[in-house]
Nanobody, 129 residues
Framework: QGQMVEFGGGTVQAGGSLRLSCTPSGSGLSIADHAMGWFRQTPGNERETVACIGWRAKQTYYTDSVKGRFTISRDNAEETVYLQMNNLSSADTAMYYC????????????????????WGQGTQVNVAS
């Protein structure tokens, strides 16, 4: 069964930027016709929805704490979803995951991790203050 694989994590100073990307790793998994999402989780806490994007990139969702700093985008031809993260703070330190959302939908207004599948192993983002 396919899953997503995430890239781009690392350690950055507060105020810095990182660009995450994710793409399917398994055969047969295509994300071009699905909403997609980025999520994050810290030890002992529930997984949090960070940003989501509709299947044709007409609608996006951001959790309040990242609005104006993070940008989600996608390249369906390349089967890749990106998360540009700017002005990072220590509060953004977490494991970041990418996952596949509902089929053929632009409605990402109320995303929940339970509605997403094919989770990757995550990529760790550490922001040093």
């Amino acid at each position: 069964q396919g899953q997503m694989v995430e890239f781009g994590g690392g350690t950055v100073q507060a105020g810095g930027s990182l660009r995450l990307s994710c793409t399917p790793s398994g055969s047969g998994l295509s994300i071009a016709d699905h909403a997609m999402g980025w999520f994050r989780q810290t030890p002992g806490n529930e997984r949090e929805t960070v940003a989501c994007i509709g299947w044709r990139a007409k609608q996006t969702y951001y959790t309040d704490s990242v609005k104006g700093r993070f940008t989600i985008s996608r390249d369906n031809a390349e089967e890749t979803v990106y998360l540009q993260m700017n002005n990072l703070s220590s509060a953004d330190t977490a494991m970041y995951y990418c996952a596949v959302g509902p089929y053929a939908t632009e409605d990402v207004s109320r995303p929940r991790p339970a509605h997403y599948a094919f989770w990757g192993q995550g990529t760790q983002v550490n922001v040093a203050s």
